[in-house]
Structure formats: C-alpha cells, structure tokens
C-alpha cells in the first residue's frame, strides 16, 4: 500500500499520530488549567509570540525549501543528493538558532518587559531559548521525511516528543507537591525544552540509520561528495534553498510580527474594556489556552494531508501534470469543507459540554460555540495554502495572510475596548471568511492556468 500510494498512506499515519499527539496535549492542557490557572495559562500563552518569531527565523521556510527539494528523491532515488539538501539546510538553519538562543536568552528581561508586556514571562523565556536548536534540527529532518513521502519518522518523533513533554512536567509538579512546593508555570516550559531535546535525537538517529547504514553499506559517500564550498554541490543546493525560503521566512517573519502584536494586545485591550490585569490574562489564558486548542483539535485530520499536499503538488507542477494537480485540489477541498462542517455541529450541540467537562469553565464553552463557525473556513484555507506553496505562490499566501491579521488586528483595537472579547471573536470569523475565498479564488486561476499548458 505504501508503495502504491505513498501520499494516502502518509496521510493516515500523520493523522493517526497527529490525533494520539492532540489527544495527550489536550488532557495535558487541562491538567495546566486546573494545575496553574486561568492567569498562570495567559502567562504560559504569552510565550507564544517568540515562539513562532523563533521558528520562522531559523526553521520554518528552510523546512518547507527541504521537503521540496528532496521531493524528487522518490523517483531518481539520488540518496546522496537528498543527504547534501539536508546538510545544507542545517548549515543554514543552526547558526541562526544560536544567535537566536542567545539574543533571547540574554534580553529576556527586555523582551518581557517591553514586547511581551509582561515581566513575569523573563524567566520562562530563558528557559524556552534553549529549546530553539533542537526544535530547528528536528523540523529539518521531518521536512526531509516528508519530502519522500515517509511519513512514519515525524509521526513517531511528533508522539515522543509529546510523551516526553507530558511526563517530564507530570515528574517535576509531582516532585515538587511531593515536597509541600507549590508548582510553577515554568515547569511546563521546562517540559517543553525536554520533549524537543528527545525530539531531535530521535530524529537524528533515523537520519543516521537511514543514510550511513543502510545507503552508505552499499556505496559509501565519498567525503568529497559532501564538502562545502561555494562552487560544490552542497553550494549550489545552498543557494537554491536561500532562494527559496529566504522570501518564505520574510513572510512568516512579517506575519508572525503582526501575530505577536496581536497576541500581546488582547489583554491590553481587555483592560481598556474595564478588567484588571489578572481578569485580562484569565480571559486570554481561556481563549488561546483552552477554547481555541480544543477547536484546533480536528486539524490533526486535515494538517497530515496539507502536509503532504506539498510534495505532491510540487511533483506534479515539475512534470507539468495539470490534470493531476487538479484532481488533488478537488479531493483536498471537497474533503476538508465535508469535515469542517460536521465540526461545526459537533462543537454547536457538545462546546458549552466540552468547556465544562475538560476545563471546568463555563467561558471556555461560550468561546468555543463562537468560534465553531471558523471551522470549515480554516480547515479549507490551510490545505489551500498548501497547494498554493506547492505550486511556488508562496507570495500569494503571504499577502491573504497580511489581509487577514490586518481586520483582526482593527477588530482588536477597535471592538475589545467597546464589547470585550467577542469583538476579537467577531473579526477572527471575518477574516478567516477572506482568507478561505481569496485562496479558493487564486487556486482555480493558477489550476486552470496549468491544465491550458
């Protein structure tokens, strides 16, 4: 099955251990709430700003440049030029973790204080940066994995990492009430560098077991094959992917700026409205913390595909294939609308439920009704980002992405301080709305741009 259809079965094993991996972060992120509190989860959720700032810079358009490249290994079965993709994107991606790890763990205080607006986040943020190179060699080599259509690594290293995280913290709240201590939020951010840390080794070593024991045992690779130098073929290769992902992580870099920006004004704006600085991180802990992962939870069933869609779709356009790119995107949007709507019943008649049951709070039931209705919209503009990125429009997303974070970011500081949170709510639903139709519009003409060819 694997051999015949390599894309199906990658996709069922990204989403049965994306859904294993959702459900231990789910019961996890409830164990937090009821560990740490409304406010300790703000405090936590704050994090998540530098987090994607952190990823973008030194991981995320190297990956995505990666999985493209090392695309075409499953029918030239070039081992050797799959190992130099890999070896250039990490001489790319690890200098620029350590300077990251080190402007963020040496401006900690700055960064809390003046970015993150809140000061107790310092300590957290130290702690985090060590995390950033095990994070960016792990999603190096599951770019690689992806691009041949192997899909069992990530999947396996997605649920260690989980586990790994998960227990760690569990280990250190019970040593610590073990001993009449009362946990801190820093314990989950602890965890969290762990999970990475074992993250990255594990995928380190099926990088070794499948290039130097299995490749290498018959016909090694001459070290003159993997030298780098400006004219050698690990230069080149270099040079392509800066090509291709130094405009990729510009953009994420510009969005995850207006992302930060967002997410730090929220509980500003709360306070504007009227509540205290506690009830405003309470309020944004709930949301993002709590309402927003339990919405996000059915992406586990789509994001494998989208993944996935990448490679195809990049194959596809190489070989100039239009029927084939077209049959893809009508499979990955009939798909995804079907599957978000039957979430959007599901959270209408069980969210207020589910808040109660799994959190214990009654706001986290009202936001998830709410934001129900994103659904079908999200799930479909993801895999339509994923084409679009197959297809080398990577600038088209960038400015639908731009748009989007635009209207949320007037909703926010326009309607939290008149109505409160449902404002943001409000401009989330609109801009997600957008986001689906201008991509759904730009797909068609970029299609049946390719089936005239």
Known sequence: MRKSNPFLT??????????C???IGFFYRAFLSQTFGEEGMGIYQLLAPVMALSFSLTAAGIQTAVSKFTASETTTHDYRASLRVLGAGFLISMPLSVVCTWFIYD???????????????????????????????HSLINGYFYGIKRAGIPALTQILEQLTRVG??????????????VPQIASAVIGLTIGECFSMLASLTAVYLRFFRLQAAARPVPLSGIVIGI??????????ILTLSAPLTASRIAVNILQSIEAVSIPSCLVLHGFSQAQALSVYGVLT???????????????????????VISEADESGNGRAIDNAVRKAVSCCTFFGLLCT?????????AGMLLFKSEMAGSFILTMSFICPLLYLSGALSSILHGLGKTGITFL???????????FVFWLIPAIGIQGYLYGLLLSQFLTAAMSMLAVRYHVRKRLRL
């Open 10 to 19: 990658g996709t069922l094993i990204l989403t049965l251990a994306g859904f």
């Open 21 to 23: 991996s959702r459900l």
């Open 107 to 137: 401006y900690a205080d700055f960064i809390a204080a003046v970015f993150l607006l809140e000061a107790r986040t310092a300590p957290l943020l130290r702690i985090f940066a060590l995390s950033i190179p095990f994070c960016s060699m």
């Open 168 to 181: 760690s913290v569990f280990l250190i709240c019970g040593y610590l009430q073990s001993h009449d201590r």
């Open 231 to 240: 004219h050698t073929p690990v230069g080149r290769i270099t040079r392509r």
């Open 289 to 311: 913390g709590m309402a927003l992962p339990l919405v996000m939870f059915p992406t586990a069933l789509i994001n494998s595909a989208c993944v996935l869609l990448l490679p």
């Open 345 to 353: 019943g599901g959270f209408l008649l069980f969210g207020r439920q």
């Open 400 to 410: 639908f992405s731009m748009a989007a974070l635009a209207i949320r970011l007037l």
